[in-house]
């Protein structure tokens, strides 16, 4: 029996989102039509048109305005309620409405998952009683969608943050949405989540703060230019527009500009309007309605019978909690810093997959996968670190590659383990080091030698080194590989960035110096292979070049030891060249007076075809440095 | 006795428990390489994702040319940023963009984001004027046309009021 997806739905008042488990991680459902500008996903508006289409979520929201009698927003707030919709002579309950919603979610979540969805957790607020749960389960019910659990949203949030893997605590979680605030205090211990205290104001939310900023807008545009752009439609729409693109920029900037060219025009002529705003002057703005929120979180704190210091944990939730004056507020207020790493305005949603997760199975029985902390690698020519195996790569793993000898008649190698990110091997942690020796004396880079990591699930590192000429092998075992403290982990990263630049400045060096040294060594080689070939003079400046690499080697000038590589390597293919020309020339002279196409084959294999086998070997050459 | 059934019974757990895992093995298998299919299909969308973004933020600049065009006074100033615009027009619509029609249409709220309407004799639904173009991106409506749709009057008027 295949394991079945269960989504995890956070049906909002105004927006909604949805998420679900992919490869072990909770992820976010995009809807079809895409986010909007702040990242919102489904709009939670549902609507008939006169000729009796439905439309759900964005398309709804659009056509809103002009359809205020068959358009439906925020029905949340009226689940488990007896109202009733009257649309178009139809009716609809509140839950009717909010199965519109889920049907689309459970469309575009089987659309991303390539497959068919059936189940759902669906959140809800802390104080909904049993008659608002039940709507809730219903309007899922008649969406198709089998309900499998209620999850309360403050608990949905603190899963997203790993709150319920153990400890005991008492956790503040402020969401702060669109139009509605909910402050809820919870202790959880035992595995299980505790409401203590719920509060909020239906009344207050983001779109306060974008009003708030969008009549400044307007405010100084009017005392600037005299215009009121509060009475043109088109002018109303773009500045709303940049009120909030500003507001979610000054999150991450401290000043932004608001440039609208044309936004309106006078006898005189168009009209720009072009300001900055500042952070400080958004504080400034939304600061009344950050303070509204002081009292439904005393409030909260009171009926809990707590004081502030006995919060353990903030966790906040929602869009506008993404503001760092809403988040300083609140860590003010309480003395305590929020936890984070996670979307405020996912954080419901993921939760709610997280829980959805545990119930279908696919948590519990997956093994809890570990990742290597730092880089795994061994030290290679010129001291230089070769990375094996990445940090942050799950385990278990197991990573070769093929290694060869750096010097002629090398029958050892030394294969020295190391943990760390930086570039040079002397600047990494040691875990270790063997040899494999009795290799058969070969020219370098002849042997070949197949190094193994392999680290198990518990972290144990096997390293095996073998020589696939003699089938020799040689084994270390290391168990400290990933057990170290994060402290540690952190340092070595920090270390790795900080001296990015110095360090790659050494490795260039020492591979510059590598490539050199091979050079000469083919170099050498190549004279060697074609000295009947090659007349004095290429052997002169043949031995020139070579002196001066070498030269240049004993030297500490990276950029003299290129330069004198670079002649080398050009010496070398004119050598090569020169080399292939003559011998075409003595086939030629042999072949003589035979014809052009009876010669073709012998001749033709030696000159032509053959030249470009040559070639190739040249390539291989310069392949082995 | 006693120690035979005992192993015997141990076996079966170990049995049980091999079996539970080789299981787990597989799914865990089928699991990584469904992810790894899924992988591949987000890579693709999220390529196209990202030009979307990148076009979407810069319809910004085909509205400041529209409102900019019509406010030069010299044909001749206004025939050199014309051509300027087209260039840009022909560059992005080379990626697939293309503008929503809208004026003298049926309302679509699947293209077209109302924001006002208007009374007039003109059948209800109808746009009567675009306030701000929308795009299409191969096919995906990456911005909706903002318009003001009509809304007919009848000698009798119904209690519709908005």
Redesign the interface.
């Known amino acids: 029996m295949g394991?079945e997806k269960i989504i995890g739905i956070d049906l909002g008042t105004s927006n909604s989102e949805a998420a679900v488990m992919?490869?072990g991680k909770p992820t976010i459902i995009p809807s079809a039509?895409?986010a909007t500008v702040a990242g919102k996903m489904f709009p939670s508006y549902v609507?008939f048109?006169?000729d009796g289409q439905l439309?759900v979520g964005e398309?709804?929201?659009?056509?809103?305005?002009?359809?205020?009698?068959g358009t439906v927003t925020a029905a949340k707030r009226k689940m488990g309620t007896d109202h009733v919709y009257k649309i178009y002579g139809k009716e609809y309950t509140p839950q009717q409405i909010s199965s519109f919603i889920l049907q689309k979610i459970k469309r575009d979540a089987e659309a991303f998952l390539?497959e068919t969805v059936k189940k759902a957790v669906i959140t809800v607020p802390a104080y909904f009683n049993d008659n608002q749960r039940t709507a809730t389960k219903d309007a899922g019910k008649i969406a198709g969608l089998d309900v499998v659990r209620l999850v309360n949203e403050p608990t949905a949030a603190s899963m997203a943050y790993g709150l319920d893997r153990g400890g005991e605590y008492k956790i503040l979680v402020f969401d702060l949405g669109g139009g509605t605030l909910d402050v809820t205090i919870m202790e959880f211990g035992g595995g299980t989540f505790t409401v203590l205290a719920t509060s909020g104001d239906t009344q207050l939310g983001g779109t306060d703060m974008d009003n708030a900023i969008y009549e400044w807008i307007a405010g100084e545009f009017r005392k600037t230019e005299g215009i009121d752009l509060r009475t043109d439609?088109?002018a109303v729409?773009?500045v709303k527009e940049a009120a909030e693109k500003a507001k979610i920029e000054l999150s991450t900037v401290m000043e932004t500009e608001i440039n609208l060219?044309?936004v309106s025009?006078t006898q005189a002529?168009?009209k720009h309007l072009s300001m900055k705003m500042s952070r400080a002057k958004l504080e400034q703005l939304i600061e009344p309605i950050i303070k509204r929120c002081i009292q439904p979180f005393e409030q909260a704190l009171k009926d809990a019978n707590l004081t502030k210091n006995d919060i353990q944990k903030v966790i906040l939730v929602g869009g506008p909690t993404r503001m760092p004056v809403v988040q300083k507020f609140i860590e003010d207020h309480v003395g305590k810093k929020m936890e984070r790493g996670i979307d405020p305005m996912e954080c419901v949603a993921m939760g709610a997959a997280i829980q959805g997760a545990i119930l279908g199975g696919e948590i519990t029985?997956?093994v809890l996968l570990d990742v290597t902390p730092l880089t795994l690698g061994l030290e290679t020519l010129g001291g230089v670190r070769t990375a094996l195996i990445d940090r942050n790569t799950t385990i278990p793993t197991k990573k070769s590659q093929t290694f060869s000898t750096a010097a002629d008649m090398q029958t050892s190698v030394t294969i020295h383990v190391l943990q760390g990110e930086r570039p040079m091997a002397a600047d990494n942690v040691s875990l270790g080091q063997f040899n494999l020796v009795g290799l058969p004396p070969a020219p370098r880079g002849v042997p070949q030698i197949d190094v193994t990591f392999d680290i198990d699930a518990s972290g144990i590192l096997n390293v095996s080194a073998k020589d696939l000429g003699t089938g020799k092998e040689q084994k270390m075992t290391i168990t400290a590989s990933t057990k170290l403290a994060d402290a540690d982990v952190k340092k070595m990263v920090s270390d790795a960035k900080q001296y990015e630049e110095q360090d790659k400045a050494r490795k260039e060096e020492v591979e510059a110096r590598n490539v050199a040294d091979s050079l000469v060594y083919t170099a050498e080689k190549t004279k060697a292979d074609l000295a009947d070939k090659l007349n004095p003079d290429m052997v002169d400046r043949l031995n020139g070049a070579i002196t001066g690499v070498k030269a240049a080697l004993e030297g500490k000038d990276t950029a003299k030891i290129r330069s004198e590589t670079e002649k080398l390597q050009k010496v070398l293919g004119d050598a090569g060249s020169a080399a292939y020309q003559q011998a075409a020339q003595r086939q030629a002279q042999q072949a003589g007076p035979q014809t052009a196409s009876a010669g073709g084959d012998s001749a033709g294999n030696a000159a032509g075809p053959g030249g470009e086998n040559v070639v190739d070997a040249d390539f291989k050459v310069h392949d082995e440095k | 006795m006693d120690e035979i059934e005992k192993l015997k019974n141990e076996l079966e757990v170990k049995t049980r428990q091999a079996e539970e895992r080789l299981n787990q093995l597989k799914y865990l298998q089928a699991d990584f390489d469904n992810f790894r299919k899924w992988c591949a299909k987000e890579k693709d969308t999220i390529t196209s994702l990202a030009n979307e973004r990148l076009v979407t933020d810069l319809l910004v600049i085909f509205d400041d040319f529209e409102r900019a065009l019509p406010a030069i006074e010299h044909e001749r100033d206004q025939a050199g940023m014309r051509m300027v615009y087209k260039n840009l027009i022909k560059i992005l619509s080379d990626y697939g963009l293309e503008p929503i029609e809208c004026v003298g249409k049926k309302f679509d709220p699947n293209l077209h984001e109302a924001l006002c309407k208007e009374q007039c004799s003109v059948e209800t639904g109808s746009i009567l004027e675009e306030l701000g173009k929308g795009y299409r991106l191969n096919t995906k409506v990456i911005r909706p046309s903002k318009v003001k749709i009509a809304e007919h009057v009848m000698e009798d008027t119904g209690e519709n009021n908005g």
């Open positions: 394991k992919v490869g039509e895409g609507a048109t006169a439309l398309p709804a929201r659009r056509q809103a305005i002009t359809n205020p009698d390539g439609k088109m729409n773009r060219p044309y025009a002529g168009p029985d997956m």
